[in-house]
Protein backbone atom coordinates (compact mmCIF):
# COMPACT_ATOMS: atom_id res chain seq x y z
CA UNK A 1 0.00 0.00 0.00
CA UNK A 2 2.60 2.29 1.26
CA UNK A 3 2.31 6.37 1.62
CA UNK A 4 -0.28 8.73 0.82
CA UNK A 5 1.01 10.45 -2.49
CA UNK A 6 -1.11 13.13 -3.00
CA UNK A 7 1.66 14.75 -5.28
CA UNK A 8 0.30 12.33 -7.96
CA UNK A 9 -2.46 14.76 -7.90
CA UNK A 10 0.01 17.85 -8.27
CA UNK A 11 2.23 16.20 -10.97
CA UNK A 12 1.05 18.35 -13.85
CA UNK A 13 -0.56 21.45 -14.91
CA UNK A 14 -3.02 18.67 -16.57
CA UNK A 15 -3.55 16.93 -13.65
CA UNK A 16 -3.83 19.95 -11.40
CA UNK A 17 -6.64 21.25 -13.69
CA UNK A 18 -8.47 18.14 -13.79
CA UNK A 19 -8.68 17.86 -10.37
CA UNK A 20 -9.85 21.69 -9.54
CA UNK A 21 -12.05 22.06 -6.94
CA UNK A 22 -13.28 25.73 -7.65
CA UNK A 23 -13.64 27.15 -10.98
CA UNK A 24 -13.48 31.14 -11.81
CA UNK A 25 -15.57 32.19 -15.00
CA UNK A 26 -15.38 35.36 -16.11
CA UNK A 27 -19.71 35.51 -16.51
CA UNK A 28 -19.45 35.75 -12.47
CA UNK A 29 -16.98 38.72 -12.30
CA UNK A 30 -18.62 42.09 -11.82
CA UNK A 31 -15.84 45.51 -12.22
CA UNK A 32 -16.46 48.19 -10.86
CA UNK A 33 -16.89 51.61 -12.84
CA UNK A 34 -16.75 55.27 -11.42
CA UNK A 35 -18.83 57.84 -13.00
CA UNK A 36 -18.56 61.03 -13.79
CA UNK A 37 -20.46 64.30 -15.06
CA UNK A 38 -19.50 65.54 -19.13
CA UNK A 39 -18.19 63.47 -21.56
CA UNK A 40 -14.91 62.39 -23.27
CA UNK A 41 -12.94 62.69 -20.11
CA UNK A 42 -10.95 60.66 -17.60
CA UNK A 43 -9.00 61.01 -14.72
CA UNK A 44 -6.83 58.47 -12.89
CA UNK A 45 -7.63 57.12 -9.83
CA UNK A 46 -4.12 57.04 -7.75
CA UNK A 47 -4.54 54.55 -5.12
CA UNK A 48 -5.72 51.79 -7.46
CA UNK A 49 -3.65 51.66 -10.85
CA UNK A 50 -5.61 51.08 -14.09
CA UNK A 51 -8.73 52.73 -12.84
CA UNK A 52 -10.73 55.62 -14.14
CA UNK A 53 -13.14 57.88 -13.13
CA UNK A 54 -14.88 58.03 -16.62
CA UNK A 55 -17.77 60.40 -17.93
CA UNK A 56 -20.67 58.08 -19.24
CA UNK A 57 -19.67 57.66 -22.84
CA UNK A 58 -16.35 56.47 -22.05
CA UNK A 59 -17.74 54.12 -19.43
CA UNK A 60 -20.23 52.79 -22.11
CA UNK A 61 -16.63 52.09 -24.02
CA UNK A 62 -15.33 50.71 -21.09
CA UNK A 63 -18.31 48.20 -20.31
CA UNK A 64 -18.66 46.88 -24.42
CA UNK A 65 -14.50 46.75 -23.52
CA UNK A 66 -15.51 44.19 -20.48
CA UNK A 67 -18.15 42.49 -22.20
CA UNK A 68 -16.05 41.80 -25.20
CA UNK A 69 -13.91 39.40 -22.71
CA UNK A 70 -17.26 37.69 -21.41
CA UNK A 71 -17.21 40.01 -18.32
CA UNK A 72 -20.44 39.22 -16.42
CA UNK A 73 -21.99 42.34 -15.37
CA UNK A 74 -20.59 45.79 -14.37
CA UNK A 75 -21.48 48.24 -10.94
CA UNK A 76 -21.63 51.49 -11.20
CA UNK A 77 -20.81 54.52 -8.50
CA UNK A 78 -21.64 57.98 -9.56
CA UNK A 79 -19.50 60.99 -8.75
CA UNK A 80 -21.87 64.10 -9.36
CA UNK A 81 -20.27 67.74 -9.37
CA UNK A 82 -22.55 68.89 -7.23
CA UNK A 83 -23.98 67.31 -3.51
CA UNK A 84 -25.96 68.77 -0.95
CA UNK A 85 -27.48 67.89 2.43
CA UNK A 86 -29.95 65.41 1.16
CA UNK A 87 -28.28 63.99 -1.66
CA UNK A 88 -30.52 64.63 -4.12
CA UNK A 89 -28.18 63.77 -7.32
CA UNK A 90 -28.69 60.15 -6.22
CA UNK A 91 -31.98 60.67 -8.22
CA UNK A 92 -31.61 62.47 -11.26
CA UNK A 93 -32.25 61.52 -14.28
CA UNK A 94 -29.45 63.52 -15.67
CA UNK A 95 -27.17 62.67 -13.47
CA UNK A 96 -23.77 60.75 -13.95
CA UNK A 97 -25.28 56.84 -13.14
CA UNK A 98 -28.11 57.15 -15.49
CA UNK A 99 -26.53 58.58 -18.27
CA UNK A 100 -24.01 55.78 -18.09
CA UNK A 101 -26.54 53.23 -17.85
CA UNK A 102 -27.97 54.20 -21.00
CA UNK A 103 -25.14 54.22 -22.93
CA UNK A 104 -24.07 51.07 -21.24
CA UNK A 105 -27.16 49.53 -22.60
CA UNK A 106 -26.73 50.64 -26.12
CA UNK A 107 -22.85 50.04 -26.27
CA UNK A 108 -23.56 46.62 -24.43
CA UNK A 109 -26.65 45.29 -24.51
CA UNK A 110 -26.45 41.72 -22.85
CA UNK A 111 -24.35 42.87 -20.28
CA UNK A 112 -25.54 43.08 -16.67
CA UNK A 113 -25.67 46.23 -15.27
CA UNK A 114 -25.45 46.96 -11.30
CA UNK A 115 -26.43 50.50 -10.23
CA UNK A 116 -25.22 51.13 -6.34
CA UNK A 117 -27.76 52.48 -4.02
CA UNK A 118 -26.47 55.26 -1.35
CA UNK A 119 -26.24 58.88 -0.70
CA UNK A 120 -22.65 59.03 0.56
CA UNK A 121 -21.43 60.29 -2.89
CA UNK A 122 -24.27 62.57 -2.76
CA UNK A 123 -23.99 64.34 0.60
CA UNK A 124 -22.02 66.61 1.05
CA UNK A 125 -21.56 65.60 4.52
CA UNK A 126 -20.81 62.23 3.30
CA UNK A 127 -22.88 59.93 5.45
CA UNK A 128 -24.68 56.92 3.62
CA UNK A 129 -28.08 58.60 5.14
CA UNK A 130 -29.74 62.02 6.29
CA UNK A 131 -28.56 63.53 9.25
CA UNK A 132 -31.21 63.75 11.67
CA UNK A 133 -30.92 65.29 15.31
CA UNK A 134 -29.67 61.57 16.51
CA UNK A 135 -26.88 60.98 13.68
CA UNK A 136 -27.84 59.54 10.36
CA UNK A 137 -31.76 58.91 10.15
CA UNK A 138 -32.71 55.76 9.49
CA UNK A 139 -36.14 55.84 8.58
CA UNK A 140 -36.09 59.57 6.89
CA UNK A 141 -33.59 58.17 4.87
CA UNK A 142 -35.40 55.04 3.57
CA UNK A 143 -37.77 56.62 0.50
CA UNK A 144 -34.86 58.81 -0.86
CA UNK A 145 -33.23 55.37 -1.43
CA UNK A 146 -36.56 54.10 -2.86
CA UNK A 147 -36.67 57.06 -5.53
CA UNK A 148 -32.63 56.72 -6.49
CA UNK A 149 -33.19 52.45 -6.84
CA UNK A 150 -36.44 53.57 -8.87
CA UNK A 151 -34.83 55.79 -11.10
CA UNK A 152 -31.70 53.72 -11.73
CA UNK A 153 -34.41 51.16 -12.78
CA UNK A 154 -36.04 53.06 -15.33
CA UNK A 155 -32.41 54.17 -16.73
CA UNK A 156 -32.29 50.34 -17.40
CA UNK A 157 -30.12 49.15 -14.63
CA UNK A 158 -31.22 45.12 -14.44
CA UNK A 159 -29.73 45.29 -10.51
CA UNK A 160 -29.68 47.49 -7.87
CA UNK A 161 -27.38 47.00 -5.34
CA UNK A 162 -27.96 49.12 -2.01
CA UNK A 163 -24.55 49.72 0.10
CA UNK A 164 -26.10 52.22 2.54
CA UNK A 165 -26.49 49.41 5.82
CA UNK A 166 -29.81 51.44 6.82
CA UNK A 167 -32.30 49.03 8.43
CA UNK A 168 -35.41 48.02 6.05
CA UNK A 169 -33.82 49.28 2.62
CA UNK A 170 -34.46 46.13 1.07
CA UNK A 171 -38.14 46.35 1.61
CA UNK A 172 -38.51 49.60 0.67
CA UNK A 173 -36.75 49.26 -2.42
CA UNK A 174 -38.46 45.99 -3.41
CA UNK A 175 -41.85 48.13 -2.67
CA UNK A 176 -40.52 50.94 -4.59
CA UNK A 177 -39.60 49.23 -7.40
CA UNK A 178 -42.64 46.89 -7.89
CA UNK A 179 -44.75 49.81 -7.31
CA UNK A 180 -43.18 51.98 -10.39
CA UNK A 181 -43.54 48.71 -12.49
CA UNK A 182 -40.03 47.23 -12.25
CA UNK A 183 -41.22 43.80 -10.10
CA UNK A 184 -38.81 42.37 -12.35
CA UNK A 185 -35.27 44.14 -11.28
CA UNK A 186 -33.04 42.38 -9.12
CA UNK A 187 -31.68 43.64 -5.70
CA UNK A 188 -28.33 42.57 -4.81
CA UNK A 189 -28.09 43.34 -1.37
CA UNK A 190 -25.02 44.61 0.42
CA UNK A 191 -26.62 42.88 3.54
CA UNK A 192 -22.83 42.02 5.73
CA UNK A 193 -21.00 45.09 5.32
CA UNK A 194 -18.50 46.19 7.84
CA UNK A 195 -17.01 49.14 9.21
CA UNK A 196 -13.28 48.83 6.85
CA UNK A 197 -10.33 50.24 6.81
CA UNK A 198 -10.02 48.81 3.46
CA UNK A 199 -12.53 50.84 1.40
CA UNK A 200 -10.11 54.24 1.78
CA UNK A 201 -9.13 54.43 -1.84
CA UNK A 202 -12.65 54.07 -2.92
CA UNK A 203 -13.71 57.12 -1.19
CA UNK A 204 -10.79 58.99 -2.39
CA UNK A 205 -11.91 58.28 -5.58
CA UNK A 206 -15.79 59.35 -5.01
CA UNK A 207 -14.94 61.67 -2.56
CA UNK A 208 -17.10 60.27 -0.22
CA UNK A 209 -15.21 60.63 2.71
CA UNK A 210 -17.32 61.76 5.58
CA UNK A 211 -16.85 65.15 7.14
CA UNK A 212 -16.95 64.01 10.43
CA UNK A 213 -17.33 60.69 12.56
CA UNK A 214 -17.12 57.46 10.78
CA UNK A 215 -19.76 54.86 9.89
CA UNK A 216 -19.36 52.57 12.62
CA UNK A 217 -22.66 53.15 13.33
CA UNK A 218 -24.61 51.30 10.88
CA UNK A 219 -21.67 49.69 9.19
CA UNK A 220 -21.04 46.30 10.81
CA UNK A 221 -18.76 44.95 13.51
CA UNK A 222 -15.48 43.26 12.57
CA UNK A 223 -15.63 41.09 15.52
CA UNK A 224 -19.29 39.46 14.25
CA UNK A 225 -20.25 36.71 12.32
CA UNK A 226 -23.78 35.58 14.08
CA UNK A 227 -24.65 39.18 13.22
CA UNK A 228 -23.48 38.61 9.83
CA UNK A 229 -26.00 35.88 9.26
CA UNK A 230 -28.90 37.85 11.35
CA UNK A 231 -28.45 40.73 8.39
CA UNK A 232 -28.35 38.15 5.81
CA UNK A 233 -31.63 36.29 7.05
CA UNK A 234 -33.18 39.61 7.55
CA UNK A 235 -32.53 41.11 4.08
CA UNK A 236 -33.66 37.62 2.22
CA UNK A 237 -36.75 37.78 3.83
CA UNK A 238 -37.48 41.43 3.09
CA UNK A 239 -36.79 40.27 -0.92
CA UNK A 240 -33.14 40.51 -1.44
CA UNK A 241 -32.23 37.92 -4.40
CA UNK A 242 -28.63 37.95 -3.55
CA UNK A 243 -26.60 38.85 -0.57
CA UNK A 244 -23.32 40.52 -0.53
CA UNK A 245 -20.27 40.28 1.94
CA UNK A 246 -17.59 43.22 1.80
CA UNK A 247 -14.77 43.40 2.30
CA UNK A 248 -13.83 39.99 0.92
CA UNK A 249 -10.00 38.68 2.41
CA UNK A 250 -10.57 39.44 5.49
CA UNK A 251 -13.97 37.83 6.11
CA UNK A 252 -13.44 34.59 4.14
CA UNK A 253 -15.41 32.85 7.26
CA UNK A 254 -18.17 35.21 6.63
CA UNK A 255 -18.44 34.10 3.44
CA UNK A 256 -18.45 30.45 3.95
CA UNK A 257 -21.20 31.25 7.06
CA UNK A 258 -23.30 33.22 5.14
CA UNK A 259 -22.99 30.83 1.97
CA UNK A 260 -23.96 27.67 4.58
CA UNK A 261 -27.03 30.25 6.22
CA UNK A 262 -28.81 31.10 3.31
CA UNK A 263 -29.78 29.50 -0.07
CA UNK A 264 -29.62 32.93 -2.47
CA UNK A 265 -26.33 33.33 -4.21
CA UNK A 266 -23.75 35.00 -2.40
CA UNK A 267 -21.78 37.72 -3.67
CA UNK A 268 -18.02 39.13 -2.36
CA UNK A 269 -16.80 42.14 -3.04
CA UNK A 270 -12.59 42.12 -2.85
CA UNK A 271 -12.96 46.21 -2.24
CA UNK A 272 -10.35 49.31 -2.99
CA UNK A 273 -8.00 48.68 -0.29
CA UNK A 274 -7.47 44.94 -1.24
CA UNK A 275 -6.93 46.17 -4.55
CA UNK A 276 -4.58 49.12 -3.79
CA UNK A 277 -2.29 46.83 -1.05
CA UNK A 278 -1.99 43.93 -3.69
CA UNK A 279 -0.45 46.52 -5.74
CA UNK A 280 0.98 48.35 -3.73
CA UNK A 281 3.28 45.11 -2.49
CA UNK A 282 3.83 44.08 -6.08
CA UNK A 283 5.09 47.63 -7.03
CA UNK A 284 8.22 46.85 -4.54
CA UNK A 285 8.69 43.67 -5.93
CA UNK A 286 7.13 42.13 -2.63
CA UNK A 287 4.46 39.69 -4.33
CA UNK A 288 3.92 38.83 -7.97
CA UNK A 289 0.35 40.67 -8.49
CA UNK A 290 -0.92 38.38 -11.36
CA UNK A 291 -0.31 35.13 -8.67
CA UNK A 292 -1.94 36.98 -6.15
CA UNK A 293 -4.58 38.43 -7.54
CA UNK A 294 -5.36 34.75 -9.37
CA UNK A 295 -5.38 32.93 -5.36
CA UNK A 296 -7.04 35.88 -3.92
CA UNK A 297 -10.18 35.44 -6.21
CA UNK A 298 -10.04 31.81 -6.28
CA UNK A 299 -9.88 31.67 -2.37
CA UNK A 300 -13.28 33.91 -2.48
CA UNK A 301 -15.10 31.77 -4.80
CA UNK A 302 -13.67 28.75 -2.41
CA UNK A 303 -14.72 30.21 0.33
CA UNK A 304 -18.11 29.90 -0.83
CA UNK A 305 -19.54 32.87 -3.46
CA UNK A 306 -20.69 32.50 -6.46
CA UNK A 307 -19.89 36.07 -7.71
CA UNK A 308 -16.60 38.48 -7.17
CA UNK A 309 -17.12 41.87 -7.49
CA UNK A 310 -13.42 42.79 -8.07
CA UNK A 311 -11.11 45.33 -10.13
CA UNK A 312 -9.23 43.01 -11.18
CA UNK A 313 -12.45 41.86 -13.43
CA UNK A 314 -10.89 42.80 -17.00
CA UNK A 315 -7.47 41.03 -15.87
CA UNK A 316 -8.58 38.50 -14.79
CA UNK A 317 -11.50 37.63 -18.09
CA UNK A 318 -8.44 38.37 -20.21
CA UNK A 319 -6.57 35.87 -18.45
CA UNK A 320 -9.24 33.82 -18.25
CA UNK A 321 -9.95 34.12 -21.90
CA UNK A 322 -6.43 32.65 -22.45
CA UNK A 323 -5.06 36.14 -24.18
CA UNK A 324 -1.87 36.93 -23.04
CA UNK A 325 -2.41 39.54 -20.18
CA UNK A 326 0.75 42.26 -21.04
CA UNK A 327 -1.29 42.97 -24.40
CA UNK A 328 -4.65 44.08 -22.70
CA UNK A 329 -3.67 45.32 -19.41
CA UNK A 330 -2.10 48.63 -18.51
CA UNK A 331 -0.96 47.65 -15.02
C1 LIG B 1 -20.91 53.33 -0.74
C2 LIG B 1 -19.92 52.27 -1.01
C3 LIG B 1 -18.61 52.14 -0.51
C4 LIG B 1 -18.04 51.05 -1.15
C5 LIG B 1 -19.01 50.53 -1.99
N1 LIG B 1 -20.16 51.29 -1.87
C6 LIG B 1 -17.83 53.00 0.41
C7 LIG B 1 -18.15 53.09 1.84
O1 LIG B 1 -19.06 52.46 2.36
O2 LIG B 1 -17.44 53.88 2.47
C8 LIG B 1 -16.62 50.57 -0.98
C9 LIG B 1 -16.05 49.86 -2.15
C10 LIG B 1 -14.58 49.74 -2.14
O3 LIG B 1 -13.87 50.13 -1.19
O4 LIG B 1 -14.06 49.23 -3.13
N2 LIG B 1 -21.51 53.27 0.49
Known amino acids: MGIHRGRRLRRTAGIRAMVAETQLSAAQLVAPLFVIEGSSTRTPIESMPGHYRLTPDLAAREAADLAALGVGAVILFGIPNDKDSQGTGAWDEQGPVPRAIRQIKTAAPNLVVWADVCLCEYTDHGHCGVIGHHGVD ?77 R ?58 EYAMLHAAADRGWIDLRAAMWETSIALRRAGASILITYFARELATRLSGQPLQDVVKV
Not at 174 to 203: H, M, N
Open 216 to 273: RGYQMDAPNVREAIREAKADVREGADVVMVKPGMPYLDVVRAVREAVDVPVAVYQVSG
Open 138 to 214: NDATLPLLGRAAVCYARAGADVIAPSDMMDGRVAEIRAALDEAGYPDRTIVSYAVKYASAFYGPFREAAGSTPKSGD
